[in-house]
């Protein structure tokens, strides 16, 4: 398996809580950084995530917010780097499929322009506001 010494260094991985996301954050703590968990303000999972983080022997601290909307993105990555100290990596990992279930193409008129918002506002404007929050920092 391949090592990195991420010792002394920060990151803060959003959508942290779960998934790719978690996956992520434990591999970055294993390696000695300490890790932002990102997560929705009201996501049980996210507690939870830093608890086993901290537990595993990692250093985890929360960052509760949505990447999806313009300010919440912009004070949780300002919150993040004030509570690190600093911010050496970010991995823009937050994202939605909108819906619960499969929309296939032929049904692809169930794609509403309220869903298409949704997945725009998340998926590709979460990232660009993280990135330039992080930046202006």
């Given at each position: 398996m391949i090592r990195y010494d991420l010792t002394g260094k920060t990151a803060l991985v959003t959508g942290g809580a779960s998934?790719?996301?978690?996956?992520?954050?434990?591999?970055?703590?294993?390696?000695?950084?300490?890790?932002?968990?990102?997560?929705?303000?009201?996501?049980?999972?996210?507690?939870?995530?830093?608890?086993?983080?901290i537990a595993a022997g990692g250093?985890?601290?929360?960052?509760?917010?949505?990447?999806?909307?313009?300010?919440?993105?912009v004070r949780m990555v300002e919150q993040a780097v004030?509570?690190?100290?600093?911010?050496?990596?970010?991995?823009?990992?937050?994202?939605?499929?909108?819906?619960?279930?499969?929309?296939?193409?032929p049904d692809l008129d169930l794609i509403t322009e309220e869903l298409w918002s949704v997945l725009l506002e998340t998926n590709l404007l979460g990232v660009f506001r993280c990135a330039k929050a992080r930046l202006r920092r």
């Open positions: 998934g790719i996301g978690f996956a992520t954050a434990k591999m970055l703590a294993g390696f000695g950084a300490t890790v932002a968990v990102n997560f929705l303000n009201d996501d049980s999972r996210g507690p939870e995530a830093v608890d086993k983080l250093k985890a601290i929360m960052a509760p917010g949505s990447v999806s909307d313009a300010k919440d993105a004030a509570d690190l100290g600093r911010l050496d990596l970010l991995v823009n990992n937050a994202g939605t499929p909108g819906t619960r279930h499969r929309i296939a193409p």
